[in-house]
């Protein structure tokens, strides 16, 4: 995990945005991809536990299964939409040439969706955190599962700052400059 990123935003701002999306991909969506199913391994295991006295355990798995499903699909729009786009127009701009309309309209209509989605899953993960103490672990026997949320609940966090205060600012901003290239249809 790149904890420059918090540190030293400025890392980014000079670079092109098809290597901030390839650190995003590299480093965030593989992490979530591998501790979704880790996560809920380690829930199962402490839930046959202490499930039946303990049953604020039920609701945080319940909250972390909606946080995997829901992240699942969103790193594949972000994937397969959203980051080619902005790969296109950073391409155009870079050429000072012209950049096609994209289906949705503007970038910032698929921004605006995954920016909810990022407030969705910042209070599903606070929720998660008041659930647990603060990822405090009651015993021993919770503390895989609890690091591993922490580091989850962590890099998430990473994850949406890339996002939310680097990247879609930018490519918002960039694609302005690439419509503005545009000439009007005829007709």
Not at 12 to 24: A, D, F, Y
Not at 71 to 98: C, D, G, K, S, W
Not at 139 to 165: G, N, Q, S
Request: charged content about 30%; glycine content about 4%; some cysteine.
């Amino acid at each position: 995990m790149d904890t420059n990123l918090k540190q030293s935003p400025d890392i980014w701002s000079g670079k092109p945005l098809v290597s901030l999306m390839n650190h995003i991909v590299t480093t965030h969506h593989a992490f979530c991809r591998q501790e979704v199913a880790r996560v809920g391994s380690l829930f199962k295991g402490v839930i046959a536990r202490h499930g039946k006295d303990h049953p604020e355990l039920k609701r945080m798995e319940a909250l972390f299964s909606t946080i995997a499903r829901d992240l699942l699909m969103h790193l594949i729009r972000e994937e397969q939409t959203l980051f080619p786009y902005i790969t296109r127009v950073e391409e155009a701009v870079r050429q000072n040439t012209a950049v096609s309309w994209p289906p949705f309209g503007t970038v910032e209509n698929p921004i605006r969706m995954m920016v909810l989605e990022h407030d969705q899953t910042g209070e599903e993960l606070k929720e998660i955190g008041r659930l647990s103490n603060d990822y405090t672990p009651p015993t021993e026997d919770y503390a895989d599962l609890y690091d591993a949320l922490r580091a989850f609940d962590r890099d998430m966090r990473e994850h949406i700052h890339a996002e939310d205060d680097l990247l879609f600012p930018r490519a918002v901003a960039m694609e302005e400059e690439a419509c503005a290239r545009r000439k009007p249809a005829v007709g």
